[in-house]
Nanobody
Framework: QVQLVESGGGLVQAGGSLRLSCAAS????????MAWFRQAPGMDREFVAT????????SYSDSVKGRFTISRDNAKNTVYLQMTSLRPEDTAVYYC?????????????????WGQGTRVAISS
């Protein structure tokens, strides 16, 4: 069993930055691919970023590429999402997810464990 706890959300002005963290329990973190998804009000949950178990491979949605950076610290069982140049359209609940597979994947169905989410609101 893996438990994921996100933190770092909040309200910031457009153009600002936030860093989200996701702390994982369990011994499988270092062998699991991790990802961030987000869900805006009335919208489906969408892929944001993923990182392989080694941290060497990452991938981003087109909407955040160049602005967001995903990283991980396997010694701390934590994955991060550094968000810069934030826009009002980035407003959403951000979810951390863990995949039993080690390879970075954008597919929501590949992720078995999910956190409860952290809210991010960007004011214009």
């Amino acid at each position: 069993q893996v438990q994921l706890v996100e933190s770092g959300g909040g309200l910031v002005q457009a153009g600002g930055s936030l860093r989200l963290s996701c702390a994982a329990s369990g011994r499988t973190f270092s062998s699991s691919a991790m990802a961030w998804f987000r869900q805006a009000p009335g919208m489906d949950r969408e892929f944001v970023a993923t990182i392989s178990w080694t941290g060497r491979t990452s991938s981003y949605s087109d909407s955040v590429k160049g602005r967001f950076t995903i990283s991980r610290d396997n010694a701390k069982n934590t994955v991060y999402l550094q968000m810069t140049s934030l826009r009002p359209e980035d407003t959403a609940v951000y979810y951390c997810a863990s995949s039993p597979s080690g390879g970075a994947t954008r597919e929501r169905s590949d992720y078995k464990y999910w956190g409860q989410g952290t809210r991010v609101a960007i004011s214009s």
